[in-house]
C-alpha cells in the first residue's frame, strides 16, 4: 500500500500541476493508471497574502496547519506544499504538524547535488528571492546561489501575481523570464531553480539559457518516492 499523500495548497495553478504530475508520473512506478492516494486542501490565496505581506511567518503557519490537520485528519501519512514562498513558515509548521513534511526546497537541493549544479539562480515571489528558504537549504549541500537584482525582483513578483496566479501566460512575460536567466548566468549560475510553482508553466526548458530546476514537479516526484517507500 502507497502512502496517503497530503497537499497543503495556496495558489491554484501549482497546486494543479503539482496534482497533475503525482497522478501522471506515478503510473510509470505503480502502472498503469495507478498513483498513491491524495487529498488537498486549501485556504484562499487571498487569505494567505495578509500575513505574508506584513511577515507574519507564524500566522502563515496556522493557516498551513488548518490545512494539515484536514488532511490528516481524512488519512493523509506526510504532506507537502506546492508553494515555495510560505515555505518561510516552515519551522513553525514542523513543530506542530500531526503528519511528517517534505521541504520544497530540499527536493531541489537534492537534484541540483546529483546534477553537479555549483550555483544556482533563484527565481520566485520577492518574498522568497529575498528571503531565507533557499540560502538556508542550499547552504546544507554545499551549493551557493544568486537572486536577481531589486528591479528584477519586482517585476517578477508583478508577473507572479498578476498574471501567473491567475492563469496567464504571455510570450513578453516568457521572454523577460529568460533575459533574467540569462543575466544570472553571466554571473557565474549554471542552473536555475523555477522557485515559485507557477513558473514552470511559462519557462520553457528548451530555450532557457540554464538547466531549469523545477521545484513542483521536483516535489511531486519526492512524495511519489516517499510514498512508495
Same mark, same amino acid.
Given at each position: 500500500?502507497? %502512502?496517503? @499523500?497530503?497537499?497543503?495548497?495556496?495558489?491554484?495553478?501549482?497546486?494543479?500541476?503539482?496534482?497533475?504530475?503525482?497522478?501522471?508520473?506515478?503510473? =510509470?512506478?505503480?502502472?498503469?493508471?495507478?498513483? +498513491?492516494?491524495?487529498?488537498?486542501?486549501?485556504?484562499?490565496?487571498?487569505?494567505?497574502?495578509?500575513?505574508?505581506? $506584513?511577515?507574519?511567518?507564524?500566522?502563515?503557519?496556522?493557516?498551513?496547519?488548518?490545512?494539515?490537520? $484536514?488532511? !490528516? #485528519?481524512? *488519512?493523509?501519512?506526510?504532506?507537502?506544499?506546492?508553494?515555495?514562498?510560505?515555505?518561510?513558515?516552515?519551522?513553525?509548521? $514542523?513543530? %506542530?504538524? +500531526?503528519?511528517?513534511?517534505?521541504?520544497?526546497?530540499?527536493?531541489?537541493?537534492?537534484?541540483?547535488?546529483?546534477?553537479?549544479? %555549483? #550555483? =544556482?539562480?533563484?527565481?520566485?515571489?520577492?518574498?522568497?528571492? *529575498?528571503?531565507?528558504?533557499? +540560502?538556508?537549504?542550499?547552504?546544507?549541500?554545499?551549493?551557493?546561489? #544568486?537572486?536577481?537584482?531589486?528591479?528584477?525582483?519586482?517585476?517578477?513578483?508583478? @508577473?507572479?501575481?498578476?498574471?501567473?496566479?491567475?492563469? @496567464?501566460?504571455?510570450?513578453? !512575460?516568457? =521572454?523577460?523570464?529568460?533575459?533574467?536567466?540569462?543575466?544570472? %548566468?553571466?554571473?557565474?549560475?549554471?542552473?536555475?531553480?523555477? *522557485?515559485?510553482?507557477?513558473?514552470?508553466? @511559462?519557462?520553457?526548458?528548451?530555450?532557457?539559457?540554464? +538547466?531549469?530546476?523545477?521545484?513542483?514537479?521536483?516535489?511531486?516526484?519526492?512524495?511519489?518516492?516517499?510514498?512508495?517507500?
Amino acid at each position: 500500500m502507497a %502512502k496517503h @499523500i497530503g497537499i497543503v495548497a495556496c495558489s491554484a495553478e501549482g497546486a494543479a500541476l503539482c496534482y497533475r504530475t503525482i497522478c501522471t508520473e506515478a503510473p =510509470l512506478k505503480m502502472g498503469e493508471h495507478m498513483h +498513491p492516494e491524495v487529498s488537498m486542501h486549501t485556504h484562499a490565496l487571498a487569505e494567505y497574502m495578509v500575513p505574508i505581506r $506584513k511577515g507574519d511567518w507564524e500566522k502563515v503557519a496556522d493557516l498551513m496547519l488548518s490545512s494539515t490537520q $484536514k488532511v !490528516s #485528519q481524512i *488519512g493523509a501519512d506526510f504532506a507537502i506544499c506546492p508553494d515555495n514562498t510560505i515555505h518561510e513558515a516552515f519551522d513553525f509548521v $514542523k513543530k %506542530k504538524s +500531526p503528519i511528517p513534511w517534505l521541504h520544497i526546497a530540499e527536493a531541489v537541493a537534492i537534484e541540483a547535488r546529483e546534477e553537479g549544479f %555549483k #550555483q =544556482l539562480a533563484i527565481l520566485g515571489t520577492k518574498y522568497l528571492m *529575498g528571503g531565507p528558504v533557499y +540560502p538556508g537549504t542550499l547552504e546544507k549541500f554545499n551549493i551557493t546561489c #544568486q537572486i536577481p537584482d531589486e528591479r528584477d525582483r519586482e517585476r517578477i513578483d508583478d @508577473i507572479i501575481f498578476t498574471e501567473l496566479v491567475n492563469g @496567464i501566460f504571455t510570450e513578453n !512575460s516568457r =521572454l523577460y523570464f529568460n533575459e533574467v536567466i540569462q543575466n544570472l %548566468k553571466t554571473r557565474g549560475c549554471d542552473a536555475a531553480v523555477l *522557485g515559485c510553482t507557477e513558473i514552470p508553466l @511559462i519557462v520553457d526548458p528548451r530555450d532557457c539559457p540554464l +538547466p531549469v530546476l523545477d521545484s513542483t514537479r521536483l516535489l511531486a516526484r519526492a512524495a511519489i518516492k516517499e510514498a512508495l517507500v
